[in-house]
């Protein structure tokens, strides 16, 4: 491996359910459950502990249903100012050995240790990091070692918890080949039902797929797809690439003064709409909407909002940004309204404090955001509505 990259992928075990022991250490070793709404039984599971899987405990499960499994399991709220205040520790210690450091998520990251690893054995260096992350955060972690940023993500995935894993491109036809590709890292269910369909059962079908017929089939991602399943990946381990998207705004300088509260619900909504638009194609989520109130006197106003539980549908978005606008709207006539999100996360990690009823219509909304999210990128954005939707033409 000294002769080309060395690529360590960060994934912390059960971050959540972690964060809560090291904090409660008489935690430790027991089954433990973080939920939404903990006194209510329909409240959801978003993560356990290892203790609380070995007894059928899964994410997206009912408390009461975890309860029935794990009779002994103690559920706890989500507390995710703490989570994230421990996610920046860690990636600050981190830092400290290595400037060349990509936050993925809160509980992910990867680590370009090419220069390191020259002095250092990459297996050595890994365990001392791993090491250090327990001893000063009391966190368990699994670091994957690799040529690239998608073999060490699957390699991190092998062992868990604590674990160490090396995956070299020579060994790949008995690493990840015979994997299936539901577990290929940038695999979703809609894909690999798709990739099953032509008969595409594993890692290995993909690699050994003609990659001009692949690329037709699947387009520019099919490309990346058959690249990483032949062990190629180029991308760098970016250190700004958290901040390229911290926030996503939308404002809008209207025709006329408004006066009256019913004819600012209708900007607002719009402002949401697109707000929307743009995290889904980021694929993020957000933790703080800000709300601009620019006056006919030109005076402007900011207040801004942290949520416990991200956003990102426009009614979630617009729900939030009309309750500011009442609290703070002075009365006088608005010449522009505002709305910024921002403190994004990815889509896939970012985790909803969710109660059966709030997850059941997530997961009804799902299959249609992404169709109308299709249809508009085919067609533009007024090509459909739904219900309310904004006129394109007043977009910036």
Not at 52 to 58: E, F, P, S
Not at 253 to 273: F, I, M
Request: proline share 5%.
């Amino acid at each position: 491996m000294n002769q080309s990259r060395v690529i360590f992928h960060i994934d912390m075990n059960s971050f959540y359910a972690s964060v809560e022991m090291a904090r409660h250490p008489e935690l430790r070793g027991k089954p433990l459950a973080i939920a939404g709404k903990v006194e209510d039984r329909r409240g959801i599971v978003v993560t356990s502990s290892y203790e609380a899987r070995a007894h059928g405990v899964k994410t997206t499960m009912q408390v009461w249903e975890a309860r029935r499994k794990c009779p002994q399991l103690i559920v706890k709220t989500p507390d995710f100012d703490l989570y994230r205040k421990v996610s920046r520790q860690l990636f600050d210690l981190l830092r400290t050995y290595t400037e060349k450091v990509e936050k993925v998520s809160v509980d992910e990251g990867y680590m370009d240790v090419t220069a390191l690893a020259s002095r250092h054995h990459p297996v050595k260096l890994a365990q001392e990091i791993q090491q250090q992350v327990f001893h000063h955060l009391q966190l368990p972690s699994s670091i994957g070692i690799a040529p690239n940023k998608f073999m060490a993500k699957m390699a991190s995935d092998m062992k868990k918890p604590m674990g160490i894993t090396i995956l070299r491109k020579r060994e790949m036809n008995q690493t990840l080949w015979p994997l299936p590709v539901d577990e290929m890292h940038g695999v979703g269910q809609k894909t690999a039902e798709k990739l099953k369909k032509i008969g595409l059962q594993t890692i290995g079908d993909i690699a050994h797929y003609p990659k001009p017929a692949f690329i037709e089939q699947f387009g520019k991602y099919g490309e990346k797809l058959h690249d990483r399943a032949n062990g190629i990946d180029e991308r760098e381990v970016d250190p700004q690439s958290e901040h390229e998207f911290k926030s996503i705004s939308q404002s809008i300088t209207l025709p006329k003064d408004l006066t009256e509260e019913e004819e600012v619900q209708p900007v607002l909504r719009r402002l949401a709409a697109r707000l929307e638009r743009k995290l889904k194609e980021k694929k993020s989520m957000s933790y703080q909407l800000s709300l601009s109130i620019r006056y006919n006197n030109w005076r402007n106003v900011t207040r801004v909002q942290s949520v416990q539980q991200p956003l990102q549908t426009e009614e979630e978005i617009y729900q939030r940004a009309i309750a500011i606008f009442y609290q703070h709207w002075n009365g006088q006539p608005i010449r522009l309204l505002g709305i910024t999100v921002q403190s994004l996360e990815p889509m896939n990690k970012a985790t909803k404090q969710l109660d059966l009823f709030t997850y059941e219509k997530d997961a009804q909304k799902e299959p249609l955001y992404d169709t109308l999210y299709s249809l508009e990128k085919k067609f533009g954005p007024s090509a459909i509505h739904l219900g309310w939707k904004e006129d394109p033409r007043d977009q910036k």
